[in-house]
């Protein structure tokens, strides 16, 4: 019973609770020295007498009521955090399932849409849904179309963006690479990194950056610091970015790799090509392969939807 107790104990982040597996193997420790030293020395010493016997008993009575205390709190405690542990688990079903259910609606709204889009946005964006496992990247999608599906890249990185967001009570950061392909690329950075840590720092659970490819190159950089594999800034968010192609379409006949290989090479042109103005004072074929390991997790291709409205996505 106390080998179960003190490992959950042991095994919890909470400092508090730590120190009790410590007292008690304090107290333990001191009562099995003291019971060792009687018994070693007992040939030496006299015979205690009645009022010998007392100061004994007295810490006997005392070892025993701090044993039973220290025993009915970690008991309380254990009660305590199943009930917490029950609470966090039937919330990340609920919202599990209001993402899905929100992904379904947007999954028969956009039929034009390759299966396998909403089948690898589902696994990468549930991930950050289980608050009770442990975040080590945030989930991030890279959403690529031609020209001609330009409108339905655009509602789609917001719909994505917003079902993840709405199913835990959470709002979006949105950024558009077009309001800001003319302007100084430091400034951009610095924009850009307020905008997503102000975000995230206020509750919000996800960002969809729309035209990245229209970015000063350098200021892409900054996406160092909100993907990264293992030092993401925030970990329990996704990033849902999107990429609109110099190319009329994409042909449904490229593979998920001639796809990733497309937007790769498109990229590169874009950010390191000396038609770019400044584009070397920020950007290199170095930092832009570590940049594209960070954020090419799933570079997913849309394609045009007929039936949206002029005005709205839905």
């Known amino acids: ?41 007992s040939s030496c010493l006299l015979p205690l007498s009645i009022d010998d016997r007392e100061p004994q008993n007295g810490f006997h009575k005392i070892w025993t009521l701090l044993l039973g205390l220290l025993i009915s ?11 917490q542990d029950g609470t966090s688990s039937r919330r990340d079903a609920e919202v599990l399932q209001e993402f ?40 991030i999608l890279l959403l690529t179309a031609g020209q001609e599906a330009e409108k339905a890249l655009r509602c789609l990185g917001n719909e994505i963006a917003n079902a993840f967001a709405s199913s ?68 329990d968010v996704a990033l849902v970015l999107t990429v609109l192609l110099d190319e009329q379409s994409l042909r449904k006949s490229l593979t998920s790799q001639e796809v990733e290989e497309k937007v790769r090479d498109f990229l590169w042109a874009k950010f390191t090509s000396s038609d770019v103005p400044s584009s070397y004072n920020h950007m290199d074929t170095d930092k832009l392969s570590g940049l594209w390991s960070r954020i090419s997790h799933h570079v997913l291709p849309v394609w045009p939807e007929k039936g949206l409205p002029l005005e709205g996505c839905t």
């Open 1 to 41: 019973m106390f080998s179960v107790l003190l490992y959950y104990c042991t095994s919890t982040e909470n400092g508090l609770f730590q120190l009790f597996p410590l007292i008690f193997l304090s107290l333990v420790d001191f009562k099995v020295n003291k019971l060792c030293f009687e018994t070693l020395f």
């Open 73 to 83: 709190v970690l008991l309380l405690y254990v009660l305590w955090s199943g009930m």
């Open 100 to 139: 899905r259910a929100r992904m379904e609606k947007l999954e028969n709204t956009y039929q034009s849409q390759d299966p396998s889009l909403w089948r690898k946005a589902r696994v990468s964006l549930e991930k950050p849904l289980n608050s009770s496992r442990v975040h080590l990247q945030p989930a």
């Open 168 to 235: 835990q009570n959470a709002t979006t950061i949105s950024i558009n690479g077009v309001d800001k392909a003319v302007r100084d690329s430091d400034a951009v950075k610095e924009e850009v990194d307020k905008e997503l840590s102000s975000g995230f720092s206020e509750g919000k659970k996800v960002a969809v950056v729309h035209r990245f490819e229209s970015l000063p190159a350098g200021s892409t950089l900054i996406f160092y610091k909100y993907c990264d594999h293992e030092n993401a800034a925030y970990k």
